[in-house]
Protein backbone atom coordinates (compact mmCIF):
# COMPACT_ATOMS: atom_id res chain seq x y z
CA UNK A 1 0.00 0.00 0.00
CA UNK A 2 1.25 3.33 -1.06
CA UNK A 3 -0.17 6.49 0.04
CA UNK A 4 0.84 9.75 -2.40
CA UNK A 5 0.31 13.17 -0.69
CA UNK A 6 0.55 16.01 -3.23
CA UNK A 7 -0.73 17.57 -6.83
CA UNK A 8 -3.12 16.95 -8.89
CA UNK A 9 -3.48 19.39 -12.04
CA UNK A 10 -5.21 19.48 -15.30
CA UNK A 11 -2.76 19.86 -18.28
CA UNK A 12 -4.37 21.66 -20.95
CA UNK A 13 -1.74 21.42 -24.01
CA UNK A 14 -2.25 23.62 -26.87
CA UNK A 15 0.21 23.29 -30.33
CA UNK A 16 1.28 26.39 -31.67
CA UNK A 17 2.49 27.11 -34.96
CA UNK A 18 4.48 30.04 -33.22
CA UNK A 19 4.65 30.99 -29.50
CA UNK A 20 2.65 34.13 -29.47
CA UNK A 21 3.67 37.84 -28.12
CA UNK A 22 2.39 39.17 -25.70
CA UNK A 23 -0.81 40.33 -26.88
CA UNK A 24 -1.14 38.60 -29.40
CA UNK A 25 -3.75 35.51 -30.46
CA UNK A 26 -2.74 32.63 -32.62
CA UNK A 27 -4.38 29.79 -34.25
CA UNK A 28 -2.98 26.88 -33.06
CA UNK A 29 -4.11 23.33 -32.21
CA UNK A 30 -4.49 20.15 -31.92
CA UNK A 31 -6.01 20.91 -27.96
CA UNK A 32 -5.56 18.47 -25.56
CA UNK A 33 -6.68 18.06 -21.95
CA UNK A 34 -5.06 15.07 -19.77
CA UNK A 35 -4.49 14.22 -15.64
CA UNK A 36 -1.09 15.92 -14.52
CA UNK A 37 0.52 16.93 -11.81
CA UNK A 38 3.55 15.43 -9.81
CA UNK A 39 1.40 13.69 -6.85
CA UNK A 40 -0.88 12.41 -9.53
CA UNK A 41 1.45 10.98 -11.87
CA UNK A 42 3.22 9.15 -9.68
CA UNK A 43 0.42 7.84 -8.19
CA UNK A 44 -0.59 6.42 -11.89
CA UNK A 45 2.80 5.37 -12.01
CA UNK A 46 3.27 3.44 -8.32
CA UNK A 47 -0.76 2.13 -9.44
CA UNK A 48 0.27 0.92 -13.07
CA UNK A 49 2.56 -1.34 -11.64
CA UNK A 50 0.13 -2.52 -9.39
CA UNK A 51 0.40 -1.04 -6.22
CA UNK A 52 -2.55 0.20 -4.32
CA UNK A 53 -2.38 3.77 -4.11
CA UNK A 54 -4.20 6.31 -2.03
CA UNK A 55 -4.23 9.68 -3.23
CA UNK A 56 -4.47 12.74 -0.59
CA UNK A 57 -4.65 16.04 -2.67
CA UNK A 58 -7.44 18.36 -3.35
CA UNK A 59 -9.78 19.63 -6.19
CA UNK A 60 -11.86 22.18 -6.88
CA UNK A 61 -15.60 22.21 -6.98
CA UNK A 62 -15.57 22.11 -10.63
CA UNK A 63 -15.48 19.80 -14.30
CA UNK A 64 -11.71 19.36 -14.23
CA UNK A 65 -12.36 18.47 -10.20
CA UNK A 66 -15.12 16.01 -11.32
CA UNK A 67 -12.60 15.15 -14.36
CA UNK A 68 -9.85 14.33 -11.90
CA UNK A 69 -12.02 11.80 -9.61
CA UNK A 70 -12.69 9.98 -12.83
CA UNK A 71 -9.75 9.36 -13.98
CA UNK A 72 -7.90 8.28 -10.14
CA UNK A 73 -11.11 5.93 -10.37
CA UNK A 74 -10.55 4.91 -13.50
CA UNK A 75 -6.54 3.90 -12.55
CA UNK A 76 -7.71 1.87 -9.46
CA UNK A 77 -6.39 4.62 -7.47
CA UNK A 78 -8.21 4.97 -3.80
CA UNK A 79 -9.88 8.68 -4.31
CA UNK A 80 -11.32 8.99 -0.41
CA UNK A 81 -8.88 11.74 1.06
CA UNK A 82 -9.31 13.63 -2.51
CA UNK A 83 -11.00 16.56 -0.79
CA UNK A 84 -12.77 19.79 -2.72
CA UNK A 85 -12.06 23.37 -2.20
CA UNK A 86 -14.88 25.26 -1.88
CA UNK A 87 -13.12 28.77 -3.64
CA UNK A 88 -10.37 27.77 -5.04
CA UNK A 89 -10.53 25.77 -8.81
CA UNK A 90 -8.41 22.76 -9.52
CA UNK A 91 -5.30 22.93 -10.61
CA UNK A 92 -4.42 23.30 -14.00
CA UNK A 93 -1.11 23.76 -15.91
CA UNK A 94 -1.73 25.77 -19.29
CA UNK A 95 1.10 24.61 -21.78
CA UNK A 96 1.86 25.74 -25.72
CA UNK A 97 4.11 23.52 -27.40
CA UNK A 98 5.52 25.45 -30.96
CA UNK A 99 7.03 22.80 -33.97
CA UNK A 100 9.92 22.61 -32.14
CA UNK A 101 8.44 20.91 -29.42
CA UNK A 102 9.49 23.84 -27.52
CA UNK A 103 7.00 24.74 -24.21
CA UNK A 104 5.69 27.22 -22.07
CA UNK A 105 3.62 26.75 -19.38
CA UNK A 106 2.09 28.39 -16.88
CA UNK A 107 0.90 26.10 -13.57
CA UNK A 108 -1.44 27.69 -11.11
CA UNK A 109 -1.87 24.82 -8.36
CA UNK A 110 -5.16 26.05 -7.11
CA UNK A 111 -6.80 23.62 -4.48
CA UNK A 112 -3.80 21.34 -4.17
CA UNK A 113 -1.96 23.98 -3.76
CA UNK A 114 -4.06 24.41 -0.07
CA UNK A 115 -3.87 21.02 1.39
CA UNK A 116 -3.92 21.89 5.06
CA UNK A 117 -2.86 20.09 8.39
CA UNK A 118 -6.32 19.06 8.77
CA UNK A 119 -6.62 17.10 5.41
CA UNK A 120 -3.82 15.43 5.75
CA UNK A 121 -4.66 14.30 9.58
CA UNK A 122 -8.07 13.24 8.12
CA UNK A 123 -5.99 10.66 6.12
CA UNK A 124 -4.42 9.20 9.15
CA UNK A 125 -6.08 5.38 8.79
CA UNK A 126 -4.67 5.41 5.28
CA UNK A 127 -0.90 6.41 7.06
CA UNK A 128 -1.64 3.35 9.28
CA UNK A 129 -2.47 0.95 6.63
CA UNK A 130 0.41 1.96 4.31
CA UNK A 131 3.86 -0.11 3.72
CA UNK A 132 5.34 3.68 2.25
CA UNK A 133 4.34 7.79 1.81
CA UNK A 134 5.35 9.53 -1.30
CA UNK A 135 5.66 13.19 -0.99
CA UNK A 136 6.42 16.19 -3.71
CA UNK A 137 6.73 20.02 -2.90
CA UNK A 138 4.19 20.66 -5.22
CA UNK A 139 1.76 21.64 -2.83
CA UNK A 140 1.62 23.48 0.19
CA UNK A 141 4.96 23.34 2.85
CA UNK A 142 1.99 22.67 5.85
CA UNK A 143 0.86 19.85 4.00
CA UNK A 144 4.29 18.41 3.39
CA UNK A 145 5.39 19.08 6.80
CA UNK A 146 2.22 17.09 8.50
CA UNK A 147 2.69 14.62 6.60
CA UNK A 148 6.47 13.81 7.43
CA UNK A 149 5.71 14.53 11.32
CA UNK A 150 2.85 12.09 11.02
CA UNK A 151 4.69 9.46 9.22
CA UNK A 152 7.62 9.50 11.72
CA UNK A 153 4.67 9.35 14.64
CA UNK A 154 4.24 6.29 12.69
CA UNK A 155 7.29 4.93 12.05
CA UNK A 156 7.03 4.03 8.30
CA UNK A 157 9.05 5.03 5.70
CA UNK A 158 9.12 8.15 3.57
CA UNK A 159 9.95 9.60 0.44
CA UNK A 160 10.24 12.80 -0.79
CA UNK A 161 10.77 13.93 -3.42
CA UNK A 162 11.64 17.53 -3.49
CA UNK A 163 10.49 18.63 -6.62
CA UNK A 164 9.52 21.34 -7.51
CA UNK A 165 12.04 22.80 -5.56
CA UNK A 166 11.18 25.24 -2.65
CA UNK A 167 12.78 26.28 0.24
CA UNK A 168 12.09 24.51 3.49
CA UNK A 169 12.47 23.66 7.31
CA UNK A 170 16.05 21.63 6.40
CA UNK A 171 15.08 20.16 10.16
CA UNK A 172 12.23 18.17 8.27
CA UNK A 173 14.78 16.11 6.29
CA UNK A 174 15.64 14.33 9.71
CA UNK A 175 12.27 12.63 9.39
CA UNK A 176 12.99 11.78 5.50
CA UNK A 177 13.87 7.96 4.68
CA UNK A 178 14.32 8.64 1.18
CA UNK A 179 15.31 11.75 -0.95
CA UNK A 180 14.90 11.65 -4.55
CA UNK A 181 15.93 14.93 -5.98
CA UNK A 182 16.99 15.39 -9.49
CA UNK A 183 20.17 17.19 -10.75
CA UNK A 184 18.64 20.69 -10.20
CA UNK A 185 16.76 19.68 -6.98
CA UNK A 186 20.15 17.84 -5.64
CA UNK A 187 22.39 21.22 -6.70
CA UNK A 188 19.49 23.65 -4.84
CA UNK A 189 19.63 21.59 -2.12
CA UNK A 190 23.40 21.51 -1.39
CA UNK A 191 25.40 23.79 -3.72
CA UNK A 192 26.65 20.89 -5.47
CA UNK A 193 26.82 21.38 -9.11
CA UNK A 194 25.69 17.68 -9.65
CA UNK A 195 25.84 16.25 -12.86
CA UNK A 196 27.74 13.02 -12.74
CA UNK A 197 28.47 10.21 -10.12
CA UNK A 198 31.61 11.89 -8.26
CA UNK A 199 29.17 14.81 -8.05
CA UNK A 200 26.39 12.69 -6.62
CA UNK A 201 28.62 11.38 -4.15
CA UNK A 202 29.32 15.00 -2.61
CA UNK A 203 26.00 15.81 -2.73
CA UNK A 204 24.48 12.59 -1.12
CA UNK A 205 27.19 12.86 1.44
CA UNK A 206 25.72 16.69 2.88
CA UNK A 207 22.38 15.41 2.37
CA UNK A 208 22.89 12.19 4.52
CA UNK A 209 24.68 14.81 7.14
CA UNK A 210 21.66 17.19 6.97
CA UNK A 211 19.53 13.68 8.70
CA UNK A 212 18.42 11.45 5.51
CA UNK A 213 18.56 8.09 5.34
CA UNK A 214 19.23 7.33 2.21
CA UNK A 215 20.29 9.56 -0.77
CA UNK A 216 19.29 8.48 -4.50
CA UNK A 217 19.98 11.21 -6.96
CA UNK A 218 18.65 11.03 -10.38
CA UNK A 219 20.90 12.03 -13.12
CA UNK A 220 18.54 11.66 -16.61
CA UNK A 221 19.75 8.92 -19.28
CA UNK A 222 22.54 8.17 -17.31
CA UNK A 223 20.51 6.55 -14.49
CA UNK A 224 20.47 7.39 -10.83
CA UNK A 225 22.90 7.31 -7.60
CA UNK A 226 22.33 5.49 -4.70
CA UNK A 227 23.61 6.26 -1.15
CA UNK A 228 22.99 4.96 1.74
CA UNK A 229 26.08 5.81 4.23
CA UNK A 230 26.93 2.22 4.47
CA UNK A 231 29.68 2.54 1.62
CA UNK A 232 30.59 4.71 -0.92
CA UNK A 233 27.42 4.08 -2.80
CA UNK A 234 27.30 3.83 -6.83
CA UNK A 235 25.92 4.97 -10.24
CA UNK A 236 22.81 2.44 -10.83
CA UNK A 237 23.05 2.50 -14.83
CA UNK A 238 20.12 3.97 -16.72
CA UNK A 239 18.45 1.99 -19.67
CA UNK A 240 19.11 2.90 -23.57
CA UNK A 241 16.13 4.20 -25.29
CA UNK A 242 14.53 6.23 -27.77
CA UNK A 243 14.03 9.10 -25.88
CA UNK A 244 10.74 10.94 -27.40
CA UNK A 245 9.36 13.33 -24.20
CA UNK A 246 11.56 13.18 -20.85
CA UNK A 247 8.65 14.96 -19.24
CA UNK A 248 7.30 13.08 -16.31
CA UNK A 249 10.53 10.82 -16.34
CA UNK A 250 11.21 11.67 -12.55
CA UNK A 251 7.43 11.18 -11.79
CA UNK A 252 7.73 7.77 -13.06
CA UNK A 253 10.92 6.79 -11.26
CA UNK A 254 9.56 8.09 -7.92
CA UNK A 255 6.04 5.84 -8.35
CA UNK A 256 7.88 2.68 -9.47
CA UNK A 257 10.66 3.47 -6.60
CA UNK A 258 8.29 3.54 -4.16
CA UNK A 259 6.27 0.83 -5.55
CA UNK A 260 9.59 -1.92 -4.99
CA UNK A 261 10.51 -0.34 -1.99
CA UNK A 262 7.15 -1.30 -0.64
CA UNK A 263 7.34 -4.74 -2.21
CA UNK A 264 10.64 -5.18 -0.20
CA UNK A 265 13.38 -5.14 -3.09
CA UNK A 266 16.69 -3.80 -1.43
CA UNK A 267 17.57 -0.41 -2.58
CA UNK A 268 19.75 -1.21 -5.86
CA UNK A 269 17.13 -3.34 -7.33
CA UNK A 270 14.58 -0.77 -6.49
CA UNK A 271 16.66 1.77 -8.41
CA UNK A 272 16.96 -0.38 -11.11
CA UNK A 273 13.55 -0.90 -11.71
CA UNK A 274 12.85 2.65 -11.38
CA UNK A 275 15.41 3.31 -13.88
CA UNK A 276 13.61 1.10 -16.28
CA UNK A 277 9.99 2.38 -15.65
CA UNK A 278 11.37 5.90 -15.96
CA UNK A 279 13.22 4.58 -19.40
CA UNK A 280 9.91 2.92 -21.01
CA UNK A 281 8.05 6.36 -20.02
CA UNK A 282 10.22 8.61 -21.92
CA UNK A 283 9.72 6.47 -25.42
CA UNK A 284 5.72 7.81 -24.86
CA UNK A 285 4.30 11.30 -25.19
CA UNK A 286 2.81 12.78 -21.84
CA UNK A 287 3.19 12.29 -18.21
CA UNK A 288 0.42 10.09 -16.54
CA UNK A 289 -0.74 8.56 -19.95
CA UNK A 290 2.98 7.42 -20.66
CA UNK A 291 3.56 5.52 -17.18
CA UNK A 292 3.92 1.74 -18.55
CA UNK A 293 2.42 -1.19 -17.05
CA UNK A 294 3.73 -4.43 -15.45
CA UNK A 295 3.83 -6.15 -18.33
CA UNK A 296 5.04 -3.54 -20.20
CA UNK A 297 7.98 -3.47 -17.62
CA UNK A 298 8.32 -7.53 -17.34
CA UNK A 299 8.64 -7.49 -21.66
CA UNK A 300 11.47 -4.77 -21.47
CA UNK A 301 13.75 -6.28 -18.95
CA UNK A 302 13.30 -9.66 -20.59
CA UNK A 303 14.50 -8.43 -23.92
P1 LIG B 1 13.37 14.68 -13.95
O1 LIG B 1 12.39 14.12 -14.91
O2 LIG B 1 12.79 14.95 -12.60
O3 LIG B 1 14.15 15.85 -14.48
P2 LIG B 1 15.61 12.91 -14.54
O4 LIG B 1 15.81 13.67 -15.80
O5 LIG B 1 16.80 12.72 -13.66
O6 LIG B 1 14.46 13.54 -13.63
O7 LIG B 1 15.01 11.49 -14.93
C1 LIG B 1 14.53 10.58 -13.96
C2 LIG B 1 14.90 9.17 -14.36
O8 LIG B 1 14.32 8.90 -15.64
C3 LIG B 1 16.38 8.90 -14.53
O9 LIG B 1 16.96 8.53 -13.30
C4 LIG B 1 16.38 7.77 -15.55
O10 LIG B 1 16.15 6.54 -14.90
C5 LIG B 1 15.17 8.08 -16.42
N1 LIG B 1 15.49 8.83 -17.65
C6 LIG B 1 15.41 10.16 -17.85
N2 LIG B 1 15.77 10.50 -19.11
C7 LIG B 1 16.08 9.34 -19.74
C8 LIG B 1 16.52 8.99 -21.07
N3 LIG B 1 16.71 9.92 -22.00
N4 LIG B 1 16.74 7.68 -21.34
C9 LIG B 1 16.54 6.72 -20.40
N5 LIG B 1 16.12 6.98 -19.14
C10 LIG B 1 15.89 8.27 -18.80
Known sequence: ?????????????C?????????????????????????????????????NVTMVTKVGIDVFGDEAVRNFEKEGINSTYVTRHGEESTGAALIAVDQDSENMIVVALGACGKIT??????????????????????????????????????NKPIILNPAPYQEFDEELLKGVTYITPNETEATLLTGVDVKDENSAREAAIILKKKGVKTVIITLGKQGCFVYDGNDKGRLISGFNVDAVDTT??????????????????SLDDAARQANAVAAL???????????????????????
Open 15 to 51: RTPHMPKPGETVLGGPFKMGPGGKGGNQAVAAARLGS
Open 281 to 303: SVTKVGTAPAMPYESDLSSFLKK
Open 1 to 13: NIVVVGSYVVDLM
Open 117 to 154: QEDVSDAISSFDEANIVLIQLETSIEAVEKSVHLVMEL
Open 248 to 265: GAGDAFNGAFATYIARGF
